[in-house]
């Protein structure tokens, strides 16, 4: 080996920056084992292992283990089979992760107790089949004897939300808070009185029409707007837009009954975790979040009721 340039165990520390006890630690484990030694007894490395080192050290950072490093530097097995296995190992300890990110935070965020930390936890490792069996049962629910209708099973199929394979910490927070809301009684119930609601007013022959809150929406936008009182004289033209629209879809006169008709339903679906859902199906699937619904309803419940006559007494 005459006229060959050995390094000692400090020559090698200077220029890798790695400290002596780690380059012996990785020379004892055969990681980078010495090329020879001095008459002294004292280990030298060829040229080749300072680069071997910084390879080391850059598997070490992304997580190998030695075996497999020792592997990978002595060519048994090729580095880019390792890399691949080793990165698909740590996306599993991302999603994990995040798992436990949205838990962490939904709980901060709540001031949850244990019980509740819990069922969180729990959902939030729910398998595919058990989140699809979660919401499906709510929309059974919400939709009983409704399905077979035409229009519903496009209906179902957009409320229904599919949660990515690797879902971000904010997709999985949303899961989360879904899955609660389809679990709450009270929200099950109200929802389906609005699918029964939204049924009757549909059982016109014709062409598919816009609902009673869709009707309002589009209507009571411009007053919101421009901040108009519900109350006041210049909401009367609102009113009877809305009105006179409905009572055209529907085939109702625009009377009293038609207003108490109208009435019952606005009440109904205004309900700010019916606006809560349709934000959250919108994280969870990709979609564009809509236009909540609630304020404008709110406003023309509150400027319907200004002008329905007083009940007899």
């Known amino acids: 080996m005459s006229g060959q340039t050995f390094h000692t165990i400090g020559d090698l520390a200077r220029r890798t920056g790695l400290s002596v006890k780690t380059i012996r630690y990785y020379a004892d484990s055969g990681v980078v084992p010495p090329t020879d030694r001095s008459p002294a007894g004292y280990r030298r490395y060829g040229p080749a292992a300072v680069a071997r080192l910084e390879l080391v ?17 002595d060519h048994e097995v090729p580095l880019p089979e390792v890399a691949a296995a080793h990165a698909e190992a740590l996306a599993v300890q991302i999603r994990v992760l995040r798992l436990r990110q949205a838990v962490l935070t939904a709980a901060a965020r709540r001031g949850s107790g244990p019980a509740e930390v819990d069922e969180l936890h729990r959902l939030a490792r729910l398998t595919t089949r058990e989140r699809g069996q979660l919401v499906a049962d709510f929309l059974d629910s919400v939709f009983a004897g409704l399905g077979d209708r035409p229009a519903y099973p496009g209906v179902i199929v957009s409320m229904t939300p599919e949660l ?21 009684p009270e929200f099950r119930a109200r929802m389906r009185r609005l699918a029964r609601q939204h049924a009757a007013d549909h059982d016109v022959p014709g062409l598919p029409r816009p609902d009673a809150v869709a009707v309002v929406r589009d209507a009571v936008a411009p007053a919101l707007a421009a ?9 009367d033209p609102v009113v009877a837009a809305v009105t006179s629209r409905y009572a055209s879809l529907h085939g109702h006169s625009d009377e009293g009954d038609l207003r108490r008709r109208l009435l019952e339903r606005l009440v109904a679906a205004n309900d700010p975790r019916r606006d809560r859902y349709l934000d959250l199906l919108a994280v969870l ?10 304020p404008a309803v709110d406003w023309f419940i509150r400027a319907l009721r200004h002008r329905m006559p007083e009940p007899a007494r």
């Open 57 to 73: 050290r850059t598997l070490r950072d992304l997580g190998l283990d030695l075996a497999t490093i020792r592997r990978v530097v």
């Open 164 to 184: 990515p394979d690797d879902p971000s910490t904010e997709q999985v927070e949303a899961w989360l808070e879904l899955a609660e809301l389809c679990r709450e």
């Open 227 to 235: 901040g108009l009182d519900p109350g006041s004289p210049d909401a």
């Open 285 to 294: 699937n990709g979609w564009s979040a809509g236009d909540a619904t609630v």
